[in-house]
């Protein structure tokens, strides 16, 4: 080894270093932007009312069925757990290992607690977590975390179309694009699945990465079985949305808010502190309601998120034992 090579080495690390930093400012200005136009939003709704801003919304606050709510949330989240660690066992199972449903629960659960911070940090822990425990190789089971960020984004674009064409009368002008985007996104779909599966460019080994094992398995079946697996947690996210509307004062529909809840779940990806995305496009969405949906934007998908985290406490214990027992150790049969 000569006296170059650790200073060659050390070249990529602050180039990794500002990149990072620069997304952390990027995802910082956009949260900054967001609270600024809430509160100017909230303001500016509180003095059409004749009231502070804090009396304002401690009025809204205050005509929320609270206890309805909480129930209602608590089951959702459930459900969501269950719906959510379906997904990902039967993509591992796919792609990478046979692991049982049971298994991966401890591990889902847990990935909840770090994803309160950061949703992909999260998955990167199932990945470290399934290498030790179950020698499951770590780049393979990364690229199963990819496959299922990269159908999240078709699945939610898929719903958000058809909630187009159900309830486009109700919805703002600017969703007319839908269609639009959903044609050019089904061609890169397209474009996508012909090159994995060497009909495209048969000679490039772009595909031949570690990191893309999971594209260059996949089929379209397992795309059309991720669709079916992940809809229930969406179609039973439009009626606990719509009731939970309904118990902050907000008239909502099922089919009226299949339109706007794809959307939103998409502003709730962005990595912004409090969803705050999301929060600001609920208000934009229902400009007649500021501080409603500004509270409810608020509780809803900040509750969706602790609470997930309390159910990866219950599992906490079991997936310390498994991450720290004995490399390769699996639970008994």
């Known amino acids: ?180 985007i959903a044609v050019g996104a089904a061609v890169v779909f397209v474009l996508w699945n012909l090159y994995f599966s060497g009909v495209l460019l048969p000679g490039n080994q772009f595909k031949e990465r570690k990191l893309l094992h999971a594209f260059r398995r996949a089929r379209f079946r397992h795309y059309l079985m991720f669709f079916l697996l992940r809809s229930p947690a969406l179609l039973a996210a439009v009626f606990v949305y719509s009731m939970a509307l309904n118990l902050f004062g907000v008239e909502a529909t099922f089919l009226g808010l299949l339109g706007f809840l794809p959307v939103i779940f998409f502003a709730a990806s962005v990595p912004t502190p409090m969803r705050a995305a999301a929060i600001t496009l609920w208000v934009v969405l229902f400009p007649e309601n500021e501080g409603q949906m500004a509270a409810f934007g608020f509780v809803q998908h900040n509750f969706f998120i602790l609470f997930n985290a309390l159910i990866g406490l219950l599992f906490w214990k079991r997936a310390q034992r498994e991450l720290f027992g004995p490399v390769g150790s699996r639970p008994a049969a």
């Open 1 to 180: 080894m000569t006296e170059q090579e650790p200073a060659a080495n050390a070249d990529p690390k602050p180039s990794t270093a500002r990149r990072n930093a620069l997304g952390r400012a990027f995802f910082l200005l956009i949260t900054v932007a967001c609270f600024t136009y809430l509160y100017f939003r909230l303001q500016g709704a509180a003095s059409r009312e004749g009231m502070t801003l804090l009396a304002y919304m401690a009025d809204v606050f205050a005509n929320v069925q609270w206890v309805p709510w909480l129930l209602l949330m608590m089951g959702y989240s459930c459900f969501f757990f269950l719906i959510d660690t379906l997904v990902v066992t039967r993509a591992l199972n796919w792609f990478v290992v046979r692991i049982r449903y049971r298994d991966i629960l401890p591990i889902r659960a847990s990935a909840y607690i770090i994803s309160v911070f950061n949703e992909q940090i999260g998955k990167g822990a199932m990945a470290y977590y399934l290498n030790r425990r179950d020698g499951a190789p770590g780049w393979e089971v990364t690229s199963v975390m990819l496959f299922i960020m990269f159908c999240e984004f078709f699945y939610l674009l898929l719903w958000a179309t058809m909630g187009y064409f159900f309830s486009s009368s109700v919805l703002p002008d600017v969703f007319v694009m839908i269609p639009y």
